[in-house]
């Protein structure tokens, strides 16, 4: 089975901080993707890599970025965390471009 | 570009009772389509998947869905709900052919199991 980790699952901190959410995948997948989930909006893709050192902006890359130094590891990185980046992130990768993805569990971040 | 409505926030259904979420898509050609279920606090699961053929599909759970292209229509379905199909679930839709731009998701629909 394919496995998505991501780092935490809950993370609390202050306006202005870096945040570092890490996602590692096992299943030597090309593709991985960030997305944030809040109510009402359902997901929205952040960020995307289809290779190492590859990125992508998605629908919302704004106040984030990516980094992809190995195949399985992802991390995205808030440079300075506001209050509206607290939400539901969620880290996910596929074999293919179009493929089934696969999700981690999620970090749920709180920007105080 | 794809986009996805799933038409319904809330449903409410009776335990043993027929389920169907509506999944209606916009995109040019025939699509790569996807459930996903998610279960509170929970990453996102996949239920099932259409790339071609048939356009009836089993998934786990007991759950299938139907393409039907005239009405770009990606419904899911499943005989007999129990209480521990209460989660959330996602249609996703994904364009064939280029590169890897991830998915489109509806906003979701939050499925209720009245006892």
């Not at chain 2, 926030?9 to 043993?16: A, K, L, Q």
Request: net charge neutral; glycine share 10%.
């Amino acid at each position: 089975d394919v496995k998505v980790t991501q780092s935490s699952r809950y993370l609390v901190k202050r306006t202005g901080e870096k945040v570092f959410l890490e996602c590692v995948q096992d299943m030597d997948h090309e593709n991985m993707f960030w997305y944030r989930q809040d109510p009402g909006l359902g997901l929205r893709l952040i960020y995307f890599s289809y290779d190492v050192k590859m990125k992508e902006k998605g629908d919302i890359p704004e106040g984030y970025s990516v980094s992809r130094e190995k195949k399985e590891r992802f991390s995205l990185i808030l440079e300075s965390a506001s209050t509206n980046q607290t939400s539901m992130y969620l880290c996910a990768s596929s074999l293919g471009p179009k493929g089934t993805q696969y999700f981690g569990p999620g970090t749920r971040l709180l920007v105080l | 570009a794809q986009s996805v409505t799933q038409p319904d926030i809330h449903i409410t259904v009776s335990e043993g009772a027929s389920l169907e979420l509506r999944c209606n898509y916009s995109y040019g050609a025939t699509p790569y389509l996807f459930w996903y279920v998610q279960s509170p606090g929970q990453g996102l699961q996949l239920l099932l998947k259409y790339f071609s053929g048939d356009t009836l599909v089993q998934g786990i759970k007991g759950f299938e869905a139907e393409f039907k292209r005239s009405q770009s229509s990606f419904n899911l379905r499943k005989p007999s709900v129990h209480w521990s199909d209460a989660a959330e679930y996602f249609c996703a839709v994904g364009a064939p052919g280029g590169g890897a731009d991830g998915l489109t998701f509806g906003k979701g629909t939050h499925l209720i199991i009245q006892p």
